[in-house]
């Protein structure tokens, strides 16, 4: 029938798998695997799988969107391709050959199979392969619950209208062994999306008007506002609560545009507070209802962030896809995905938003310290002080406070004592508009008024670690260099560098799920 018949291929899923791989035994394995790849049902996609070494183990995937003309078929196909190697060799080699899946449901009960249709993808795709030395082992139409090849060349050998995805009533022995290995499928990407839809009639008409009466008065709201307003939603939401008022969840969700109150929503992601996490998130996604779409684009961004925290990859992968069409070019959403097609896991830039939330932390509780009122002389004044001029307490010669303040730079030989700085936080200022704060939700490294850089961004790679030059892929796959930026920022011992306007963001990205 076509060149997988007699061989077989064995992937890499799951933990579980190393001590057990799974194996393809052929087409029909392969269309039955192909949600355990990925971890939902694509649909409208092109996928990728490379395969490595003389054993023909599962490498690199790449999901990209099925163009919607076949004008940019050509354009797709060779991204994908080249998307495809240059992830393999980031991660061992060139892949020797190369799986292919192209999925698109019928749009009506009685459309003829989609295989007629795509067929010339498909030779096109062969074609990309081809010039780069990587032959396609097999290729395969999926639609409607069942799967063509379209390397079966011989008349007559397969059913016109193509073979069932799931043979009996229970999965074949490769599903079953990538259960075992820990993977199933959470639903399709439409399902996935369509249960981050805004809410519907009545609830939307009132929460319409909030956002409305919210958004003259976003541009005055001080950061420290919307802070808190953030700290006090998480903390009913953790305390069990599953919603806000209409009034609360407008200004909330005006305040998530500023980079630096998103960034706090990042932190909250240790283990008791995921769960309380993404229920707050996705209650605010389906709040931000038309024409305030744009406001989804921050909650949904850490709905992806917790998700693939909590071990839920293939959510969190559908989520940034959905992010990325929204706001092409939203940084952190970029980071994230780069991140994910880079292979890494969470555990680096986990650790380096830990870091960060405890020197946060840390410095609160110092600025808090240095603000109490000093002890008056008695029982709880503290060793070594004596009274100053105006009643407070100050350090005795040869006291360890003396010693302390010069080291601050008070007193220089031969010179005038330093004013001891003030330990009273600065208030900080209200946010700009939208359209000039930290650059925007789409220009989040543009420079600001008067050539001075925009604001920070979370989880921003080290200095030089921006997307590679030149690179305008399709809509759907985007590979970058997040691996190295965020292994750069870890061993500096910085956490996550927050440089300001380190990196541009790329417009028109066709980015990998």
Avoid at 163 to 187: K, S
Avoid at 461 to 482: D, E, F, I, K, Q
Wanted: with cysteine.
């Amino acid at each position: 029938m076509n060149a997988m018949n007699n061989e077989h291929v064995t992937l890499s899923l799951g933990p579980a798998s190393e001590q057990r791989p799974v194996v393809m035994r052929g087409p029909a394995d392969m269309a039955e695997l192909l949600p355990y790849l990925l971890g939902f049902y694509p649909d409208d996609s092109i996928v990728a799988v490379g395969l490595q070494g003389p054993d023909l183990h599962q490498g690199g995937v790449i999901r990209a969107d099925l163009p919607l003309s076949s004008a940019d078929w050509p354009a797709a196909a060779e991204e994908t391709a080249a998307l495809l190697v240059a992830l393999s060799e980031r991660h061992g080699g060139r892949p020797l050959e190369v799986l292919l899946y192209l999925c698109q449901d019928p749009v009506t009960a009685h459309a003829p199979p989609a295989v007629d249709e795509l067929r010339p993808l498909a030779d096109q795709l062969r074609a990309a392969f081809g010039r780069r030395g990587v032959a396609v082992k097999e290729s395969l139409c999926v639609s409607d619950g069942r799967w063509w090849s379209f390397l079966c060349r011989r008349e007559g050998c397969c059913d016109p209208a193509g073979n069932p995805v799931r043979r009996g009533p229970d999965p074949g022995p490769a599903a079953a062994a990538a259960t075992v290995a820990g993977l199933v499928p959470r639903g399709s990407r439409k399902a996935i999306v369509g249960a981050l839809a805004p809410v519907g009639p009545p609830a939307d008409a009132a929460q319409r008007e909030a956002l409305a009466r919210a958004e003259p008065l976003a541009g005055s709201v001080s950061r420290e506002q919307g802070l808190e307003l953030l700290e006090q939603a998480f903390a009913e939401f953790a305390a069990g609560a599953r919603e806000l008022d209409e009034e609360r969840t407008a200004r909330l969700l005006f305040a998530l545009r500023d980079r630096l109150t998103r960034d706090r929503g990042v932190e909250f992601v240790r283990p008791a507070e995921l769960a309380p996490a993404e229920r707050l998130w996705r209650f605010l996604v389906r709040r931000a209802v038309p024409p305030y779409e744009g406001c989804a684009v921050a909650p949904l961004t850490l709905l992806a962030w917790a998700s693939w925290v909590a071990g839920d990859t293939a959510t969190a992968r559908v989520v940034l896809g959905h992010v990325l069409r929204l706001s092409p070019g939203y940084l952190l959403a970029e980071l994230l995905y780069e991140s994910m097609n880079d292979g890494m896991t969470p555990g680096a830039l986990l650790s380096a938003v830990e870091a960060q939330r405890r020197r946060r932390e840390e410095r609160a509780a110092a600025v808090r310290r240095a603000s109490e009122p000093a002890a008056e002389d008695g029982p709880g004044a503290p060793p070594g002080a004596e009274r100053a001029p105006g009643g407070e307490p100050g350090p005795r010669s040869g006291s360890p406070g003396k010693a302390r303040r010069r080291h601050r730079g008070g007193r220089r030989k031969g010179g005038s004592a330093a004013p001891t700085p003030t330990a009273t936080p600065t208030p900080a200022p209200a946010p700009a508009p939208e359209d000039q704060r930290q650059g925007g939700p789409d220009h989040p490294g543009e420079p600001g008024p008067a050539g001075r850089p925009r604001g920070s961004v979370a989880l921003l790679p080290a200095p030089g670690c921006g997307p590679a030059a030149g690179a305008r892929p399709t809509r759907g796959v985007r590979l970058g260099r997040a691996a190295a930026c965020a292994s750069a920022a870890v061993r500096s011992g910085a956490g996550l560098h927050r440089g300001r306007g380190a990196r541009q963001g790329a417009g028109g990205a066709h980015r990998a799920h």
